[in-house]
């Protein structure tokens, strides 16, 4: 039982680190101009349309290699705030390089733009650490019996008897 309540947990952390990773892609990526402060506000409504799509975007690219480094962090009991972050460098990287055309003859990836390997390796440093906050913390915690209740200590022997209704 307590498996799956942690499959939905690490559910919910994905899709958590998703959406925060997305958020960060998309206004990094199609907003450059947002140092500029002079742009003026932004419409809400396309702002909420392009957020989803970059949610989509990253969760449907992410999912594979996020749950390698799931997997071998809860079967390794491993909690730390670096291995996640990194590992979600490390997913960035890949879902970057998965959009990259690569060159079988010289062994090389053709057209990488440095700031938008930059970005996405960054959002998967930020999605590993929302990730790690939510459920990393506890990684393999469910693999562990709990205690067993003690049972409640003897009634004493001279103690009075309840009153009779």
């Known amino acids: 039982m307590a498996l799956i309540g942690r499959l939905f947990v690490i559910l919910f952390a994905f899709l958590a680190a998703c959406f925060v990773a997305g958020m960060i892609v998309v206004g990094a990526i199609m907003f450059p101009e947002f ?54 460098g490390l997913v960035g990287l890949a879902c970057y390089l998965g959009l990259v055309p690569f060159d079988i003859e010289q062994l090389r990836f053709e057209g990488i733009v440095r700031r938008h390997l930059e970005i996405m390796t960054g959002a998967g440093i930020v999605a590993g650490f929302i990730y790690w906050m939510i459920a990393g913390r506890t990684a393999g915690a469910w693999r562990v019996p709990r205690p067993a209740l003690r049972p409640p200590p003897p009634m004493p022997s001279q103690s009075p008897l309840p009153p009779s209704a």
């Open 35 to 88: 140092s500029d402060l002079g742009a003026g506000p932004v419409d809400p409504g396309v702002l909420n349309v392009v957020l989803g799509f970059g949610f989509i975007f990253v969760s449907g690219f992410a999912l594979v290699p996020a749950m390698v480094v799931v997997a071998i962090t809860e079967a390794f009991y491993i909690r730390s705030a670096l291995v996640y972050a990194v590992g979600g």
